[in-house]
């Protein structure tokens, strides 16, 4: 199981952006699809992107496409989430999760960070 540790919350004005970072341990990351979801308060958590092992593939939740990329690099062992022209719906915690798979949607494995804080305001 990989162990995965979110960065890069914060306060952010709307229009403006983040780029939320993912640092994982273990020898199966760079085998590993990965995923960003968020959980608003009072919401259930929902998928926002997914990265393919190797770059091939990713996916996006409709309201952030053209507006978020998510990104890996395995020789860091890292996936990122970068984030641009944020709206106040955006704010949430958001989780990295690993060990999932795509098919016609995601379906999360069972490796999840303790997640970072998104805040927008208006």
């Known amino acids: 199981q990989v162990q995965l540790v979110e960065s890069g919350g914060g306060l ?3 229009g403006g952006s983040l ?6 341990s273990g020898r ?6 990965m995923a960003w979801f968020r959980q608003a308060p009072g919401k259930e958590r929902e998928f926002v992107a997914y990265v393919s092992w190797n770059s091939g593939n990713t996916d996006y939740e409709d309201s952030v496409k053209g507006r978020f990329t ?12 970068r984030m641009n022209i944020l709206h106040p719906e955006d704010a949430a915690v958001y989780y990295c999760t690993a060990g999932g798979a795509f098919t016609t ?3 999360p494995g069972p490796s999840w960070g303790q997640g970072t804080q998104v805040t927008v305001s208006s």
């Open 12 to 14: 952010v004005q709307a």
């Open 105 to 107: 949607a995601y379906r």
């Open 28 to 33: 199966s990351f760079s085998t590993n699809a």
């Open 70 to 81: 998510i990104s890996r690099d395995n020789a860091r062992n890292t996936v990122y989430l």
């Open 19 to 24: 780029r939320l970072s993912c640092a994982a």
